[in-house]
């Protein structure tokens, strides 16, 4: 089959294996693919033995949005960061918020989207004033070659890098990142292995593992969200283990986002989660030690904004995506000068 340069780019990080097969090391998963046959995600492809990206020169969304939207609290509060995205994912979750674009691969094998290159990509982004580039919307280790060159010369202009994941990455693909990649948003769904088993057709301990490996290896600046979905992740018992997870092998600074769930995809016959339920979420995050607790998708929420958790001054005052006011001094609490964790505050 030949290849155009504008339709493939060469993949990264696989291994030829036995009979043309070839060997992904992007992502948990580590799928073995055969000669003609594409990989979970649906977008990386083994072409006479070479592993390539489909979606490379498929851009489908690219536009400017408030760091806070990713959502990235402690990371350059109230900046703007240009978000980029291809379509295609590495899961399969029933209530993906952006199904749209995630999805579409694998129902009918459509890539939309159009070349963009990573220079125009980062111009735009230098142009639009925006502090970073934000790999999100859909999964990001299924574009990491776009997500590599981008980022790389993203540096190279003064602009910083994030993620929104569903940490789903191996240490290979992590190590590869880590030289330009700054911040990350790491979704973890739920902490039972049924509920990703059943619900995102994928596995717990991976994203235990990419969490802990972040937190200790590298000095990429993590934050965690979970979204509460109304009797599947919900439970006292479950949450406490989460927080406890945070707490004890990833660390009490790394703030934890609880989203409200609303009906999408494939998952529309539960109701919103109740507020009640996200306070009760938040309360165990405090009382297992986390340090900074959010509750997301409740506008007006006094816990959209951060405190200090030593003395409880108020830091940085949000109304939605908005940065209203920030107080922190020379990365502390002006109060009582507790060291407040983040990335450029």
């Known amino acids: 089959m030949a290849l155009k340069e504008e339709n493939f780019k060469r993949a990264v990080l696989w291994d030829a294996a036995e009979g043309k097969k070839v060997s992904c090391k992007l992502c948990a998963h580590r799928c073995v693919i055969g000669e ?34 990713k959502p990235l609290y402690h990371f350059q509060p109230g900046s703007s960061t240009f978000s980029i995205a291809t379509m295609g994912c590495n899961f399969r979750c029933e209530f993906c918020q952006n199904w749209q674009i995630s999805q579409a691969v694998v129902e009918d094998g459509r890539i939309d989207g159009q070349a963009i290159s990573a220079d125009k990509i980062v111009a735009a982004a230098v142009h639009s004033g925006c502090k970073s580039i934000a790999y999100t919307y859909t999964e990001p280790t299924i574009f990491m070659e776009l997500c590599d060159d981008c980022g790389r010369l993203a540096k190279k202009k003064g602009l910083s890098n994030v993620f929104v994941s569903n940490g789903y990455q191996t240490a290979e693909a992590i190590d590869f990142a880590k030289d ?166």
């Not at 979970?40 to 489909?54: E, F, H, P, Q, T």
């Not at 995506?321 to 000068?337: F, K, L, M, R, W």
């Open 36 to 69: 003609g046959k594409l990989g979970r995600c649906c977008v990386r492809k083994n072409i006479d033995g070479v592993l390539y990206s489909l979606n490379y020169y498929k851009v489908c969304s690219a536009n400017p949005d408030p760091i806070e939207k």
């Open 180 to 345: 330009w990649l700054d911040g990350i948003n790491v979704d973890l769904k739920a902490f039972s292995e049924d509920y990703y088993k059943r619900l995102c057709k994928a596995h717990l301990q991976p994203v235990l593992d990419t969490l802990k490996y972040i937190a200790k290896e590298t000095k990429i600046w993590l934050e965690i969200t979970t979204l509460l979905i109304p009797g599947e992740n919900d439970s006292d018992d479950e949450l406490k283990k989460l927080a406890e997870f945070i707490v004890n092998e990833v660390g009490a600074d790394v703030p934890w986002h609880i989203s409200r769930f609303h009906p999408q995809y494939k998952y529309t016959d539960s109701a919103p989660t109740p507020v009640k339920a996200l306070e009760r979420a938040e309360q165990i995050g405090r009382e297992a030690g986390l340090h900074y607790v959010y509750l997301g998708n409740v506008p007006g929420s006094k816990s959209e904004s951060t405190f200090c958790y030593n003395c409880g001054r108020a830091l940085i005052e949000r109304i939605g995506y908005q940065v209203s006011a920030n107080h922190i001094t020379n990365g502390c609490c002006p109060d009582c000068e507790t060291k407040i964790a983040g990335y450029e505050l």
